[in-house]
Each structure stands twice: as C-alpha cells, then as structure tokens.
C-alpha cells in the first residue's frame, strides 16, 4: 500500500541530481570558455597586439684598431741558472799539517790574487830540498873530478904515442944499420918489440881515455838529475804555501789550523763574481731562431733578472755557446750567455732570461684577443661590415702577438674577438682616439708610518737576501714616495 508514494520520491530525488549535474557541466565548461579567452588576450596583449613591426639589423659596438707595419725585435723568455766561469778549486798538493790560516779565511770572504791562505807545515820539505841540493853539489864535484881525470887520461895518450914514435924510429935505425952490415939481428929484434909494447900502452892508454870520457858523460846525467830533483824539492817547498790564483770569492771551506790534510784533499773554492755566466734551455725550435743562415748561433743580447723582494737585480749579456749534445732524457738546446756587470747576482741563482731575436720587417703587433686559434683576425670592410682574414702568426709576445702585416696594412681590425662578432656582421667601430683616456696606476706612493716600520723590519730580517740587495730596497723604503711595485711584492711575500 506504502510502494506508490515512495516510487515518486525517488523519481524526483533522481531528476533533481541530474539536473544538478548538468548545471555543474554547464558551468564548467564555461569556466574553461572564459579561461581560454582571458588566456588568448593575454598572449595577444604580451605579443603587442595588432601586426607586427618590421625587423631591424642589430648593430654591434667593436674595439677597433690599425694594422702598422713596423720592425719589431721579438724577444723570448726562459729560465736559467747562474753559474761562474772562473772557478779555482782549492787542494792540498801534498799531505802534511796546516799550521797558518789567513786571517778571514771563511765561506764568503774575498781573497786578492797572489794571497797566502794557507800553510802546511815545511819541516819535511825543507829537508827534502837540503838533501837534494846536497846531492847537486856532490854531482857539481864528481863533474870536476871527471874532468881532471880526463885531462890526464889525454894528457897519458900523449905521451904514450910519443914513446912509440920513439921506439919506431929505434927500429928503423937498427935495421937500417943491420941493412949496412953493422947492426945486428938481436938488436933489431929488441927494438921491434919495445915498438910492440909501445904500441899496446898507446892502446891501454886510448881505453883509460874512453873510459874518462864515459865517466864525464855520466856524473853530467847525475848533476842533471840532482838539479831536477832540487827544482822538485824547491817546488814542494813552495807547494806548502797555497796561495789564490786570481781574485774572489771563497766558497765551500773546510780547512782548520792543526788539521791533516792529505794529497789532493778539497779545501775549499775561489769563485771569480766578475766572471759570471747563464745557462738555459730553450726548445729546438727556438734555437731554430737563433740560428743564422750558416747556422752559426747568433750572438743575440740576453737579459737576466732577478726578484729578490720586491727589488729585481739584473744584468746584460750576449750568448756565447751552445751546448755540443743533447743529454739522455731531455729535449731543446742548453745555451750559455756571458754576463756583464752582474752585481748582487751569485752562482746558483734561478733567474729568469730574456733573449732579443734577430729583427723582423714588415710585422703588425695586435692584442692576442684579436687572432682566434686558427689564426684569422676580423677586418672592418665596407659599410662597417667585418671580413674574416686570415693572418700569419709569427710570434707571441705575452699578451701580443705578432702578424706578418702584408695585405692587412692601414686596415682596421676587431681588438676583442667574441662570440657575438663573425664575418658579414655590422659593428659600430669605437677607435682609440674617440675613447676616454685611461688613467694610469700611480708608480710611486707615499706609506705611512705604520706600514713603512713593517716594510723596513721585514727587510732587516730577511737573511735570505744578499747585502746589496737588502741596501737598494731599504733605501728606496726610506724615500718619501715608495715604488708601488717594490710595495706589493714586499707585502705579497710577507703574506699581507
């Protein structure tokens, strides 16, 4: 009875959640009609609305500068090492007891050509020399006595010969006398044979004479070797006093009054400053450069500098020689330089060289940022436009580098390449003379007090640094206006 009013409710209750769902379609889609048009007016509204304008070449802004052809003296730049030309290693000649030093004789002194540096003990020498010229004078009298007795060796023979010229003319008389029937056989026989034996003391007397002569001979080679042996004794003698050959530095010394020393031992080296030399490797192919067309090496001026903190000592030189093979293991050439007037610098020293080349024509130097790696540059062509050209790269010379100028020269070219600039591309060229000037870093500024005192004890108690070098650095600190340069590299090692 209840079933037909509970049917309608439910009929209803289903119509009205359908309607409902299809209100709620209905809305939706409205909602994303809306959407979709707010979105569409929004892009149109970003994008400008209404047609489009015409698109323009953009213009860039280039660093340009000329190519000038000009001779340029490249230079190339290695590390070497400072070594001495003329060193004298002192040895002990012979063995003995050092019994005299000279005052000062210690590592860094300075000795004077001809000075005595040391003595050994000549107690042995001198006797050695006393016998030997003892022994020169026993020859000297063995020479005069074999003189005499050659003397009277002749003096023998002479009358020796005499006699048998007596003793054949007896002979010739008793036969001549025997011939006459006067004389008799006996008697020409007695004088034959005192002709003989006349005639055998001239012979004995000839080997008395031989001999004396062989005796002269000898006790000359004795006197000889008597004299060599005093001229050996003289120069041991002279050898126990070692003196300096030349003039310099002494380095490496070992030698304490009282010490044995045996033959031969090192006791220490005289380094000549003034005769100061580099050495430095350079790969093969910059010694092609400094080779000319007979391929002798070029004796090329060279620079070697040294930073000792903050002030930089250095000297002048020509290359003189290269080294005649290459050692196992290594590449490039050794090459050594003469070095003139090279004060404050010491064997050992690790410098830094610069070698002047040979000149070249006819080149353009040009900021390295200028040359790609392929090394083509950016000329300015007609209309402003860019040219891509290659060019000849000689030579790079730190931030430089140098072109060979042909065609390029009088053109202008891009000073800083970048990804933005490329061939055909427009550019607003900003050149040298239209751009603001540069100020440029002050040299030389003034410290105050504080900073100043820092500086100088630093200085004061740096033992690393040669005296010369320490007095050039202090006396440009006490300068009202201090080097900027000699500041930072002060401050860079202090770790300020």
Request: proline share 4%.
């Amino acid at each position: 009875m209840l079933t037909g009013p509970i049917d309608g409710v439910n009929m209803r209750f289903l119509a009205r959640s359908l309607t409902g769902l299809f209100l709620i379609a209905v809305t939706v889609g409205l909602l994303t009609l809306a959407g979709s048009f707010i979105a569409g007016a929004i892009a149109d509204r970003m994008a400008g609305g209404g047609p489009s304008a015409p698109a323009r070449e953009r213009v860039f802004s280039a660093n340009v500068l000329p190519v000038v052809a000009e001779t340029v003296v490249p230079e190339m730049v290695a590390f070497g090492e400072i070594r001495s030309s003329r060193t004298l290693e002192l040895r002990s000649p012979q063995g003995g007891r050092i019994i005299e030093i000279a005052p000062g004789f210690q590592d860094g002194a300075t000795v004077a050509e001809g000075q005595v540096l040391m003595r050994l003990d000549p107690a042995d020498a001198t006797a050695a020399r006393d016998l030997a010229l003892a022994g020169v004078a026993e020859a000297e009298a063995d020479v005069r006595d074999a003189a005499r007795a050659l003397d009277l060796a002749k003096d023998d023979l002479a009358a020796t010969e005499a006699q048998l010229m007596l003793r054949q003319q007896a002979l010739t008389r008793q036969e001549d006398l025997q011939g006459r029937g006067v004389g008799s056989a006996a008697a020409v026989e007695t004088a034959a044979l005192a002709q003989s034996s006349a005639e055998q003391a001239v012979l004995s007397r000839r080997s008395s004479l031989a001999t004396a002569e062989a005796r002269v001979d000898q006790v000359a080679s004795s006197l000889n070797r008597a004299r060599i042996a005093l001229a050996e004794a003289d120069r041991a003698l002279a050898e126990t006093e070692i003196t300096a050959s030349f003039g310099g530095r002494l380095s490496g010394v070992s030698a304490v009054t009282g010490r044995l020393v045996s033959a031969n031992e090192s006791l220490g080296q005289i380094i000549d400053p003034d005769a100061l030399e580099v050495s430095f490797r350079i790969s093969t192919a910059q010694y092609a450069r400094l080779v000319d067309a007979n391929g002798s090496l070029v004796r090329a001026s060279v620079q070697a500098s040294l930073d000792v903190m903050g002030a930089e000592i250095t000297a002048q030189g020509m290359v003189e020689r290269v080294g005649a093979a290459v050692e196992s293991g290594a590449s490039g050439r050794v090459v050594y330089a003469s070095l003139a007037g090279a004060k404050g610098l010491r064997p050992g020293d690790f410098v830094t060289v610069t070698i002047q080349e040979p000149a070249l024509d006819r080149v353009a130097r040009l900021p390295a940022t200028a040359v790609d790696g392929d090394g083509e540059v950016l000329a300015l062509g007609p209309e402003d436009r860019l040219e891509e050209i290659a060019a000849q790269v000689l030579r790079r010379q730190g931030d430089d580098v140098l072109i060979a100028a042909g065609d390029l020269t009088g053109r202008e070219v891009v000073a800083e390449r970048s990804p933005l600039l490329g061939a055909g591309i427009k550019v607003k060229p900003i050149r040298a003379e239209a751009g603001a000037a540069i100020p440029e870093a002050p040299e030389s500024v003034e410290l105050d007090p504080d900073r100043r005192a820092k500086l100088i004890a630093f200085v004061e108690g740096n033992i690393r640094m040669p005296e010369d070098a320490k007095a050039r650095v202090l006396e440009q600190l006490a300068q009202e206006k201090v080097p900027v340069q000699v500041i930072e590299r002060l401050e860079q090692r202090m770790g300020g």
